[in-house]
Every structure is written in C-alpha cells, then in structure tokens.
C-alpha cells in the first residue's frame, strides 16, 4: 500500500516520500504485517457489549470514543472524536463538538446523529449490554447539530468523561450496525473510524485488519493486523521463536527465562492495573472481626510469593491500586509478621478459632493463582487456622459466588465461602472502588458495608473538581489500607508481553490493553 | 460339601488356582521365567510398603507445610528428590501420595467389585424381569464414558478422598454386573449345582458356597487390572482439580501442578509422573500373568 500517501500532515510521511523518490521507486515497499497471538480467543468485536481483554485490544485498533487518555500514564483525557466539549455551570449539560469531515470505513459520516445512536444504542434495554449500568448517569443524548452533540445527566456527573473514554463507549457505524440487525451479529462485522479497517475475523482462525488510508489522525505505521488465539503459555513462546508471530500477551513467568539471551526475542515489561487478593466474607466468623482480617494480612509473606512463586515477575502491593491505576495513593506494604498475627487472632478469639475457614480459588484465571492461594494457605495454618480448600473451574466459580442468595450474610453465593480469590484489572478509580465497597453493590461480594466509605463515595460522585475528586478516593484507598480492610491483597501483576526482536512503538495500558498504532516490525 | 462334588467341581471347572496359596503364583512366574511380571510385583510391593511406611518417615507437617524458602529445590542429599514449587518435600510428598492413591484405588475396586459382583451373581443366577432390568440399568451406566461417570458423581457430592473412591466404584460397578452375570449364568445349569439343588441346598446357600467361590479366580484377575484404571481414572480426576483438595498430595493433582515447570523444573513433574507409570504398568503386567496362570488356555496358547 506504500503508493498511495495520505494527506502530507506528518514529517516521517514527507522523509519517506523523499526517500522513496531519491531511490528511484515509487511503490516498491513491501507490506507490513503484525502478527499477536494471544491467550484467549475473541467474544465479540461489538464495542457496546465487549468485556474481555483480548477482544478490547482488536476493538481498541478498528475505532475512536469521543474523548480518551492521553497515554498509558492515564494523566488526562485528550480529544478523540470530540475536538472540544465544555460543561454547563450547573454540571447538568456536556456540549462536545466533534471533528469534521470524519467518516467511517463504510462510508458513513461520523456526525451527531451517529454519537447519539451509539450512546442510545449501548444504554437500551434491547440490546441489554453488560456495560450499560456504567451510563446510568445520562439522561438524554441530542444531536443539536450535525456537528454538535449534547448529553444531559441526571445529576453533576463528575465521572461522564471517564466512562465515555472507555472501549465500551466507542463509535460504531449506524449503517453497520443496521445492515446486521437486531442481536449480537454486528460483533462479527465491526465498523468504526480508527487507524485499522475490520476485514474478516475466523473465529479460532485469525481476525485481520488492514491500515485506514482516510485516518483523520497519524496513520498507523504497519499496514497489516493479524490476531491469533494461542491457548498454551510455551506455544505462544514457541510462535515468537519461530517468527511466526511478532507479539505475544500474557508470557507466563516460569516462561521468561527463554527471552534471556535470545536474539529471535525481547520481554517487555509493563505495570498493569491487575491485582490479585483474596477478598474477606465480613459478615461471619472469622473475618467479621476486623482484628482477624487484619491479622490474616500480616501472616503473608508476600515478597516470598513475588520472588518464589511469581519468580519476580510480579510486586509486592502498596495500596489496593496498583501502578496505572488512576488516582493511586500508596501506603507502606503490610509487614509479615506471624506472631503479630497470631497476637490479634489471640485476642478475637481467646481460646483460637476453631471453625473451620473456607477458601475458594479459581485455576488458570490469574497468573499462578491456585500456587498462590495454596501458599496463603500454608500461611495461615502457620498462624493457628484450620482450612479447607477447594479449587474451582472459572466458569463455575464465578456462578457459583455471584448466586443471588437474599438475605444470607453478603447476599450472595460467596456467603458459602470465608475467603476466595479474585482478581481485577479496572484502571478506572470510582467504578474499582465503587463495585467492591458500595453497599450493596451487585458486585460487592465480601458484604461490606461502611457509613465512611458509602459517604467518601458519595461526596466523589457529585464533586466536579478532578484533583479533589482524586483526593476523595486516596482517602478510601487509605481507609481500607489501614482501617477496615475487606481483602487480603496478594501481588500487583506485570504484563510480560514477547515481542520478536526489532518490533517497536508497542503502547501497553495497565489495563492489559495493548496500541498498535506506532508499532512497527522489522523485515521478516 | 460332599467330596465327590468338589471332586466334580474341580473337573468341570479347570480353575488351577482354587485353594492354592500365593506362592503358586510365585513359582508360576520363576519356572515360567515371567522376569517381567516379577519385577513388576517387586515394585507394587516396594511402594505399598513405602506408603504403609510414610507416615514413620515423614510427618503429616513435612508433606503439607508451605516453605518457598525452598522453592523448586533440585534433587540432593537429604531431599532426594528435591522440592516442588511451594517448598514440600518431594519424596514425602510422592510416598504419601502413594498412599492416597492405593487407598483410593484398592477402596473404590473393594467397593465396586462387592455391590458388583453380589448383582452379577443375582441376576446371572436368577433370570426374571427385575434382574433383566437391572442388567439395561447396567448396560445404560456403561454406555458413559466411565471418566464422566466419574466427573459426575464428584460433581455432585463434593471433592474429598472418600467421594473420589465412591465415584470411581459406582462409574466400574457395572463392568463388574456384566462381567460376573455370564459365568454365573453358565454355573447355574452345571450338573453340580443340579445336584446340591436335588438334595435340598437353598438358593442362598447355593450361591455362597458353590456359584461364587468357582469364580473366585475371575475375580482376582479382574481386581488387578481393575486396580490399575481406578489408579488412572482417579489421578485423572485430580489431574482435573476434582481430586482431594490441597494440600492432601495426591499423584495427579502434583502432576497438574508442575506442568508449568516442565521446561525448568523436570524434577517437579517426573517424580509422581514416574511413580504413576510404574504404578500403573506394574499392575497391568501383574493382573496379565495372573491371568494366565488362572486360565490354563491362555497359558498353553502363550507357551
């Protein structure tokens, strides 16, 4: 595709021009070709209703939200689809004016109207999206202009910009999504406005896309996307060596001894907002007493959990959000301390616990979970508790704690359990805290329930002030730090991404989402 | 019993190994130079003494307490078979996981071959609707798979060692119902068992002291071999995290557990994987030269 340049905008473009002009050939460039493998095959290619990881990281390369961060560092939210926007003094009215002259892969103008049917479309009850109780804040969308929209919340909406940066609030083409009619058909053919055109995706095959000529921004450097799911930690080392990949997620730790020395390869190592932690029942003995849970988190030995298990690839927690998390505090790590453990267990229960605690974990889900929670296990018969143990496959896990069941100590199926492993990945700071702390939260499993932490909450979702809205979350991450915890935090994960030698210009986001507009391959 | 009829017993039935002690077994393999056979009993009786020694050699705290301290340890003096990725001790940990799997295994074959063996006598002795219907029962359980059969019964009452060993019995009972209802069936009309019924033997008594111990010699067989697919089907299962649940060391869940160090770690996985494969060949190599040294044709058409 070399013959054909975009709108001259971009100093390399111009040098490459010359380049190829001083070398006497006009189109003799060959084309670029990324190839990915990842750990799990796609779901879905629908922005609305995707949740997964691997399928974000397709999405994330076919379109544009309105606004979105301006980096990994998630400092500030910048322009996307919207050039500007402003707020109505009330906190009431969002007006973004977007880029002209945008179209979609298919043709389509990039308008008002079609913001507004994608922001209808991802909040309604036909589609029912997993992600709509994230848009609960809008009222209405208008498209006032063709180039203006305005969105209307029901209150001062703080987090709006937030949730609208997000992979879920990208734009999809409203002829596309028409023509695929009403289900989930559209996930199969994706059209939106970003630097790669969707062209086919064979489900446990590959999905394919190739560089948009017409791209309102920089084009992307590499003319060809290739994804491909690899289920097997080694085969997907084994597809680096042999060139028949150039990036791969997800390396295993006890894998990244290979990159070592290698010249076929490189690791690059990346914060991630993934954590992963055992959360506490607070609702029956033991973990009701608040001495015991903070007890449980000095009996761990985490450094010895990082350096044996995770064999380093991994850190050691200082807050409850990680590197990459926005608005993260840090607090000084819980020290390991057994005796100080078995202190504060003496003093809940004077004659020792002797019920039994039950702790759950998944197998597989999380970077060597079921080692982890074994070791965690080992740690606290260490301090005087007796266990049971039980391994879970993830799908029924998951069915298995999330079971409504009213009026039973958290309400939910983890009731059955005292302790289980989870982990989680959100970068976005009121949706993590607000899921795992809100009373009454469909996702707050442990059945906390806390006058300070529902207020600090409530104070952040009505303050317009960024900075003091940030400040409002330290002091929720500080107050579970030290005061109530509802988890034993385990490890902070790193991102171990291989890459064949020479590739270059790869973005990763803590939120395990990876860009591939400025990466570029070496000759095969 | 009259001594004419065991007399008669022992001509219509050739069953060589009736009332002859083990040692038979053992000149058998030696005169018939069955190395093979001998060397695989030599092991199943090295590491059922292993395990019935265990507990003596490594305490219950060794096997399970987590040190990463000592993490992924290579084989040397004192820990001779090194350490896995959370610190055990190996060898500990393969011993007492012996005893784990011999428990399981000799516990859902003594299981499923008594409710089995009682209903293939039954229904092979008597022939009416009830047991017909028995027997489709039967036939409908083998038409599973008997890993699922397994997989099912864990799922429903729970992982620990007792529910593996019931769920492995009733996923092999019915092989056992088939297996034993067509020699029964065949006794049934000898002259012998005419006999004892002419002279006012009852049906019970008849079953207990002439049906059951002529097929004494199938069912040794079939327990050996039988021995070796609980081993697999139950190391399977904990393979699949439906075994007992950690730290209980069991062959298939170690075996699980250290697949990821496979490329680093040999040692983590070759240990249990070993003990398994031996395990498991020896009692296929036993339960075939036990066959045909019970079953005389057999050992005529091998030798």
């Given at each position: 595709?070399?013959?054909r340049?975009p709108?001259?905008?971009?100093?390399?473009?111009?040098a490459?021009?010359?380049?190829?002009?001083?070398?006497?050939?006009?189109?003799a460039?060959?084309e670029?070709t990324?190839t990915?493998?990842?750990?799990?095959e796609?779901?879905?290619l629908?922005?609305?209703?995707?949740?997964?990881?691997?399928?974000q990281?397709?999405?994330?390369?076919?379109?544009n939200r309105?606004v979105?961060?301006?980096?990994?560092?998630?400092?500030k939210i910048?322009?996307?689809?919207a050039?500007?926007?402003?707020?109505?003094?009330?906190?009431?009215?969002?007006?973004?004016?977007?880029?002209?002259?945008?179209?979609?892969?298919?043709?389509?103008?990039c308008?008002?109207a079609?913001?507004k049917?994608?922001?209808?479309?991802?909040?309604s009850?036909?589609l029912?999206?997993?992600n709509?109780?994230?848009?609960?804040?809008?009222?209405?969308?208008?498209?006032?202009?063709?180039?203006?929209?305005?969105i209307?919340?029901?209150k001062?909406?703080?987090t709006?910009l937030?949730?609208?940066?997000?992979?879920?609030?990208?734009?999809s083409?409203?002829?596309?999504?028409?023509?695929?009619?009403?289900?989930?058909?559209?996930?199969?053919?994706?059209?939106?406005?970003g630097?790669?055109?969707?062209?086919?995706?064979?489900?446990?095959?590959?999905?394919?896309?190739?560089?948009?000529?017409?791209y309102?921004g920089?084009?992307?450097?590499?003319d060809r996307?290739v994804?491909?799911?690899?289920?097997?930690f080694?085969?997907?080392?084994?597809?680096?060596?042999?060139?028949?990949?150039?990036?791969?997620?997800?390396?295993?730790?006890?894998?990244?001894?290979?990159?070592?020395?290698?010249?076929?390869?490189?690791?690059?190592?990346?914060p991630?907002?993934?954590?992963?932690?055992?959360?506490?029942?607070?609702t029956?003995?033991?973990?009701?007493?608040?001495?015991?849970?903070?007890?449980?988190?000095?009996a761990?030995?985490?450094?010895?959990?990082?350096?044996?298990?995770?064999?380093g690839?991994?850190?050691v927690?200082v807050?409850?959000?990680?590197?990459?998390?926005?608005?993260?505090?840090t607090?000084?790590?819980?020290k390991?301390?057994p005796?100080e453990?078995?202190?504060?267990?003496k003093?809940?229960?004077?004659?020792?616990?002797?019920?039994?605690?039950?702790?759950?974990?998944?197998n597989?889900?999380?970077?060597?979970?079921?080692?982890?929670?074994?070791?965690v296990?080992?740690?606290?018969t260490a301090?005087?508790?007796?266990?049971?143990?039980k391994v879970?496959?993830?799908?029924?896990y998951?069915?298995a704690?999330y079971r409504?069941?009213?009026?039973?100590?958290?309400?939910?199926?983890?009731?059955?359990?005292?302790?289980?492993l989870l982990?989680?990945?959100i970068?976005?700071?009121?949706?993590?805290?607000?899921r795992?702390?809100?009373?009454?939260?469909?996702?707050?499993?442990t059945g906390?329930?806390?006058?300070t932490?529902?207020?600090?909450?409530?104070?952040?979702s009505?303050e317009?002030?960024y900075?003091?809205?940030m400040?409002?979350?330290g002091e929720?991450?500080?107050?579970v730090?030290?005061?109530?915890?509802?988890?034993?935090?385990l490890?902070?994960?790193?991102?171990?991404?291989?890459?064949?030698?020479?590739?270059?210009?790869?973005?990763?986001?803590?939120?395990?989402?990876?860009d591939?507009?400025?990466?570029?391959?070496?000759?095969? | 019993?009259p001594?004419a009829?065991?007399?008669?017993?022992?001509?219509?039935?050739?069953?060589?190994s009736?009332?002859?002690?083990?040692?038979?077994f053992?000149?058998?393999?030696?005169?018939h130079?069955?190395?093979?056979?001998?060397?695989?009993l030599?092991?199943?009786?090295?590491?059922?003494?292993?395990?019935?020694?265990?507990?003596?050699?490594?305490?219950?705290?060794?096997?399970t307490?987590?040190?990463?301290?000592?993490?992924?340890?290579?084989?040397h003096?004192?820990?001779?078979?090194?350490?896995?990725e959370?610190?055990?001790?190996l060898?500990g940990?393969v011993?007492?996981?012996?005893?784990?799997?011999?428990?399981?295994?000799?516990?859902?074959v003594?299981?499923?071959?008594?409710?089995?063996?009682?209903?293939?006598?039954?229904?092979?002795?008597?022939s009416?609707?009830?047991?017909?219907?028995?027997?489709?029962l039967m036939?409908f359980?083998?038409?599973?798979p008997?890993?699922?059969?397994?997989?099912?019964v864990?799922?429903?009452?729970?992982?620990?060692?007792l529910?593996?060993?019931?769920?492995i019995?009733?996923?092999?009972?019915?092989?056992y119902?088939?297996?034993?209802?067509?020699?029964v069936?065949?006794?049934?009309?000898?002259?012998?068992?005419?006999a004892?019924?002419a002279?006012?033997?009852?049906?019970a008594?008849?079953?207990?002291?002439?049906i059951?111990?002529?097929?004494?010699?199938?069912?040794?067989?079939?327990?050996?071999t039988?021995?070796?697919?609980?081993?697999l089907?139950?190391?399977?299962?904990?393979?699949l995290?439906?075994?007992?649940?950690?730290?209980?060391?069991?062959?298939?869940a170690?075996?699980?557990n250290?697949?990821?160090?496979l490329?680093?770690?040999?040692h983590?996985?070759?240990?249990?994987?070993?003990a398994?494969?031996?395990?498991?060949?020896s009692?296929?190599?036993?339960?075939?030269?036990?066959?045909?040294?019970?079953?005389p044709?057999s050992?005529?058409?091998?030798?």
């Open positions: 595709m070399g013959h340049f709108s001259v905008n971009c100093p390399l473009a111009v490459g021009l010359a380049l190829a002009l001083a070398g006497g050939a006009t189109h460039i060959a670029t990324l990915v493998v990842q750990g799990t796609i779901d879905t629908d922005p609305a209703v995707s949740r997964s990881i691997p399928s990281i397709v999405i994330a390369q076919v379109f309105l979105k961060w301006d980096g990994p560092g998630l400092h910048v322009p996307d689809l050039e500007s926007w402003s707020v109505s003094a009330d906190g009431t009215v969002w007006t973004f004016n977007l880029r002209k002259g945008v179209k979609f892969h298919d043709g389509t103008p308008d008002a079609a913001v049917f994608n922001l209808d479309r991802v909040r009850a036909e029912g999206s997993p709509r109780s994230f848009f609960a804040a809008i009222e209405k969308v208008e498209a006032t202009s063709p180039t203006v929209v305005t209307g919340t029901k001062p909406s703080p709006l937030e949730i609208l940066a997000e992979q879920w609030a990208a734009i083409s409203p002829t596309a999504v028409d023509k695929a009619g009403l289900g989930r058909s559209y996930g199969r053919n994706p059209v939106g406005t630097p790669y055109v969707f062209k086919n995706w064979i489900p446990n095959e590959h999905a394919e896309m190739v560089r948009n000529p017409d309102f920089a084009p992307a450097k590499t996307l994804f491909r799911p690899v289920p097997e080694a085969a997907r080392v084994i597809e680096l060596q042999t060139g028949n990949a150039d990036v791969a997620t997800s390396i295993a730790p006890e894998l990244a001894g290979q990159f070592k020395g290698s010249d076929k390869m490189t690791l690059q190592q990346a991630s907002a993934f954590q992963v932690f055992f959360e506490l029942n607070v029956k003995p033991p973990f009701d007493d608040v001495r015991v849970r903070k007890a449980v988190n000095m761990i030995d985490r450094k010895a959990i990082v350096d044996k298990i995770l064999l690839y991994g850190r927690p807050s409850s959000f990680p590197e990459g998390t926005q608005g993260r505090k607090f000084a790590p819980y390991y301390d005796d453990a078995r202190r504060l267990i003093a809940a229960f004077p004659s020792g616990y002797s019920g039994v605690v039950t702790l759950w974990t998944p597989g889900r999380y970077t060597k979970d079921r080692a982890v929670a074994e070791a296990q080992g740690y606290l301090v005087g508790l007796k266990t049971d143990f879970w496959e993830w799908a029924s998951q069915k704690l409504a069941m009213p009026g039973r100590g958290t309400g939910k199926g983890s009731n059955e359990a005292n302790m289980w982990g989680t990945g970068a976005n700071a009121d949706i993590r805290l607000r795992k702390l809100a009373t009454g939260d469909p996702s707050n499993l906390y329930s806390n006058a932490v529902d207020g600090l909450l409530a104070k952040a009505e317009m002030n900075d003091k809205r400040a409002l979350y929720i991450q500080r107050y730090w030290d005061a109530e915890p509802n988890t034993i935090p490890f902070d994960q790193v991102q171990l991404i291989g890459k064949r030698k020479g590739v270059d210009g790869l973005d990763v986001y803590s939120d395990e989402t990876l591939f507009h400025n990466a570029t391959v070496p000759a095969r | 019993m001594k009829l065991a007399l008669v017993i022992d001509t219509v039935i050739p069953s060589p009736a009332g002859r002690p083990a040692r038979g053992l000149r058998y393999l030696t005169a130079r069955r190395w093979v056979a001998l060397a695989s030599l092991v199943l009786a090295f590491i059922t003494v292993g395990a019935l020694v265990a507990p003596w050699l490594y305490d219950w705290t060794t096997v307490q987590v040190d990463l301290g000592r993490a992924l340890l290579p084989p003096a004192g820990l001779w078979l090194g350490t896995d959370l610190g055990r001790d060898l940990r011993l007492w996981g012996a005893r784990i799997t011999l428990l399981v295994a000799f516990g859902s003594a299981m499923g071959m008594t409710v089995g063996v009682s209903l293939g006598a039954i229904c092979g002795f008597y009416n609707s009830a047991t017909g219907a028995l027997m489709r036939d359980m083998i038409a599973f008997r890993t699922l059969v397994a997989i099912i864990v799922a429903v009452v729970g992982n620990s060692v529910s593996l060993t019931v769920a019995a009733i996923s092999t009972m019915p092989i119902v088939r297996f034993f209802a067509a020699p069936r065949s006794l049934r009309e000898r002259e012998f068992v005419l004892s019924r002279i006012g033997v009852g049906d008594a008849i079953l207990v002291r002439h059951i111990p002529n097929v004494g010699s199938l069912i040794i067989v079939q327990a050996t039988s021995l070796a697919e609980a081993i089907i139950g190391s399977g299962l904990s393979f995290g439906l075994g007992p649940p950690p730290p209980i060391p069991e062959w298939g170690m075996i699980a250290s697949r990821a160090h490329g680093t770690n040999p983590v996985l070759l240990a249990p994987g070993c398994l494969f031996l395990v498991i060949l009692f296929n190599l036993v339960g075939d030269a036990l066959r045909d040294y019970v079953d044709r050992r005529r058409s091998r030798h």
